[in-house]
């Protein structure tokens, strides 16, 4: 189950958690969601079925202070590669800003609440939501 979370005074979100596919025609059966504490990006694993298939890592760059134009002309998601190359959450180094291990989990907000990556105030948890 997925938790979202939301910074208020600059509207940057985050999901932290994992869910599960209803079709699986795309060859992967659900994907887990993490974010990078240092520079805010989105990152997911989706997790493939079957013996001869890989895991597929993923990436969203933050879309915080963009206006409509500019959002809608960045990619959904980028960085379709091999989880072979996903070492963990300890070596995890962010295509976006270089960071390693600033790694938001869910792990993480169950200590606590982490503070933005983009403005460093306070998040907020809005809920969670299930597949």
């Not at 079709?23 to 997790?47: K, L, M, P, Q």
């Not at 760059?61 to 996903?86: I, N, T, Y």
Request: include cysteine; aromatic fraction near 10%.
């Amino acid at each position: 189950m997925p938790t979202d979370l939301i910074c208020r005074p600059c509207n940057y979100t985050m999901k932290i958690g994992g869910y599960h596919y209803h079709n699986i025609s795309s060859g992967y059966a659900g994907r887990t969601c993490f974010a990078c504490g240092g520079c805010g990006t989105n990152h997911y694993i989706e997790r493939a079925i079957g013996k001869n298939s890989s895991d597929r890592y993923l990436y969203q760059k933050s879309r915080s202070g963009l206006d409509e134009k500019q959002r809608a002309s960045m990619p959904h998601e980028k960085a379709e590669v091999s989880s072979d190359l996903f070492c963990g959450f300890e070596q995890f180094v962010c295509p976006c800003c270089q960071t390693k291990g600033n790694v938001i989990t869910v792990e993480t907000i169950k200590v606590h609440l982490p503070n933005c990556p983009l403005c460093e105030r306070e998040m907020e948890e809005l809920g969670f939501w299930m597949t």
